[in-house]
């Protein structure tokens, strides 16, 4: 009776792993197909995304340019706020 008990098992545990098996040998599939090869969707958004790299690459001088001009604009454009307040409290009389 143990005997029969055992072989049972081993042929349980035997099934179980012939089961794992299948599946890791199909998600090894899956992503073979997804991110294995040159051709697969991971390595053509690898390419898009070095794309747009190279062709933004030359943005960042021109981008930093533009925040030091923003800021000085943003520097007169409160001292033109500051002004018109007080011409608007000097006429209205109010200080």
Known sequence: M???WA???ALGVAALAAVLVG???ALVRVLDR???QPTSY???IRMGVRAI???TGHLPPH???LNGGASALRHE???VAAALAAAAGAVTGRR
């Open 7 to 9: 072989l049972l098992t």
């Open 63 to 65: 981008v930093e340019r």
């Open 42 to 44: 991971l390595a053509r």
């Open 53 to 55: 790299e190279v062709q």
């Open 23 to 25: 599946y890791l040998v």
């Open 2 to 4: 143990i005997v029969g």
């Open 34 to 36: 997804v991110g294995g």
């Open 77 to 79: 454009l409160r001292a």
